[in-house]
Each structure stands twice: as C-alpha cells, then as structure tokens.
C-alpha cells in the first residue's frame, strides 16, 4: 500500500469513527447495553444467512471477473477471482469514489501472468456492468415502489437522483473507453508528451512501445467482446446478484430481529435506493452518506427505537465485516506473492 493509499485508509478510518460516535451520541435510545441485549435477541440463522450473503458479494464479483478473463482468452479460478474481488472491495471502500478498487485488482491479476490488455478490459467492462446492475435496481425500486423514494426527505432524495445521473455518466464514459479505444488511447500519448516535457518521465519512447503494445492486444480483446451480448447479459446478472446479495444482508438481518416477511420487498427497494443515492458523494466506502440515507429510508420500515441498532448490525456485516475480511484476505495473498516473487528471482 502506497502513502496516498495510506492517507485515504487514515481518513476512511477517521471517517468511520466520526459516523458511529454521531450515530451513537445523537441517538435518545441507543445504549451499548441495549445494542448487546439487541444482537443477542436475534435469530442466529438469519444472522448466518446475513453472512453468507456477504460472502456471496465478494464471490459474485470474484466469478464475473473468472468469466471475462476466461472469455478473452486467459483461464484463471474462481478462488483467483475471490482474491481479485477482495482486492477491489477493500480498495474501493478506503478511496473516494472507489478509484483505488481496479488497480489493486489490476495488480494481483498481473501478478498471476494475466495480459495487461485482459486485465483492462476484463475490469473495465466488470465496473461498466456493476454500475448498470445499480442503475437498474434503483430504478426498480423507485418505479414499482414510489411511496418508499418518498419516504426519503428532500436532501436523501436529491441524492438518490444525483447518484441516477452520475451512474449514466459512468455508463456512458465506460463506452467510450471500450468502443472508442483510439480516443483513450491519444489521450493516452498525449498526456506522455507532456509527461517528458515536464520532465517526468526519461523514457518517453520506451512507454510510448508499451502503450502501442498494450493498445494492440486491447483492441484484439476490445473487437472480442463488441458485438458479443451473450457474455455482456452473464457479466450483468452477476453484477445484479452481486448487489442482491449485499442488500440481502440487510433483508437476512431485518428478519432476524423479527421483522414482517411481508415487508421484505419494501426492504429491498429501500437498500436500493439507498445505494444509488450513496454512489452521488465521492466519500470512501460512502461512509456517513449511506447511513444517513439508511436511517431516513428506513424510518417507516422499523419502530424508531430500534433504528440505530438495525443499521449498527446490518452495516457491520455488510460493510464493516466484509472490509475486515477483504483485508485479511488481500494481506494474507499480498505476502504470499511477495514471497513466490523473491523464490523465483533466488531461484
């Protein structure tokens, strides 16, 4: 981890903090007394489904990146595409607008001999189609239940839209990127040649073979997948699930603390607008913005009294628990390379 990345961990980590000590000190009802009794209370197999929803989050990603690089050419595990996906939760979380996910992928995916053209595309198209499975399941939750989009006050609401309009943005630039290489590409160049004549690089030439190198095998892998929907409609409903799974977090949770079965799908769309109104602020892993969204968009959904203690539970699993976890995982296979890396070069 570099010192940028550092600094963004520190204030992700200060971040997280200030959120759960305003939670707590502004809450008339929450005591920590309270909140023990609360889990305590609740039904552990939904709490174990919780869980397996959360690991169902990092799988689902881990399987679409397997699938794409395996479509262009490069057969790699699903247990790879765990680590890969681990990589980019955890990163993505600890960075504004979750920039830092894609290039830790990158470098674990490299690291096991996959093309740097692969890697690209298999990422970029992976994000592009995540941000389209958020796309559509806020805009089923707003459509079929408009009633819960009203439930928000006006600031949640105007982040729900803000995140619908940024998300279109990303969608469109995504196709550029893909279908439009030879622009990426110049801009690419470009910002070389200002690069040496600022004096920043000494080797111009040398990244000017290595960007036409990577632009070939990129258009190669580019011209695969254009036309090719098949593989583009798999990625996606990976990505769907991938979502569904991290609001079924918050479905497994709600009925361990007793909630009504019937109220299951007003969950749903409430968590889903939810996430798309927490991707509008570039703040790392949405921290603060997403439970404050939690906490307004639930307000009709659970008595008032236990409004702090569900979002404590059901955001520690699926947020808080499942960045423990991708760090554990992302340090444990980080060390294990560096490791291989220094064998083979003895070797």
């Known amino acids: 981890m570099d010192k940028k990345k550092i600094l963004w961990f520190l204030v992700f980590v200060l971040l997280v903090g200030l959120t759960l000590y305003t939670l707590i000190t502004t809450s008339k009802t929450f005591t920590f007394e309270g909140f023990v009794t609360y889990m305590k209370q609740a039904n552990p197999f939904w709490i174990v489904c919780a869980v397996i929803c959360m690991l169902l989050y990092i799988l689902f990603e881990g399987i679409s990146i397997k699938c794409l690089t395996g479509f262009l050419g490069t057969k790699t595990s699903v247990r790879k595409g765990f680590i890969y996906s681990a990589a980019d939760i955890f990163f993505s979380a600890i960075t504004p607008s979750a920039t830092g996910g894609q290039p830790a992928s990158a470098f674990f995916m490299m690291t096991d001999g996959i093309p740097a053209s692969v890697t690209a595309m298999s990422l970029i198209l992976n994000i592009a189609l995540y941000t389209v499975s958020i796309i559509i399941i806020g805009l089923v939750s707003v459509i ?100 569904l799974s991290q609001i079924g977090v918050t479905a497994c949770v709600f009925l361990a603390v007793g909630g009504n079965v019937a109220a299951i799908p007003r969950v749903f769309a409430t968590q889903g607008c939810v996430i798309l109104g927490s991707n509008a602020v570039p703040v790392p892993g949405a921290v603060g913005v997403a439970d404050y969204l939690f906490l307004e968009g639930f307000r009709g959904v659970v008595p008032e009294s236990d409004i702090i203690n569900i979002e404590l539970l059901s955001r520690g699993i699926s947020f808080y628990g499942c960045i423990i976890l991708c760090v554990i995982i992302v340090a444990v296979c980080y060390l294990i390379d560096k490791k291989r890396i220094r064998k083979a070069k003895e070797g």
């Not at 819960?148 to 609401?157: A, E, H, K, Q």
């Open 144 to 243: 079929f239940f408009p009633e819960v989009y009203m439930n928000f006050d006006i600031l949640s609401r105007v982040l729900v839209v803000l995140g619908f309009v940024i998300q279109i943005v990303c969608v469109a630039s995504f196709l550029i990127v893909v279908y439009k290489d030879k622009v990426l590409f110049k801009i690419l160049d470009k910002l070389i040649g200002v690069a040496k004549k600022l004096h920043l690089t000494k080797s111009a030439s040398k990244k000017r073979k290595k960007l036409e190198k990577i632009a070939t095998e990129y258009k190669e892998c580019s011209s695969a997948v254009a036309n090719r929907f098949g593989i583009i409609v798999k990625i996606l409903i990976y990505n769907i699930l991938q979502r």
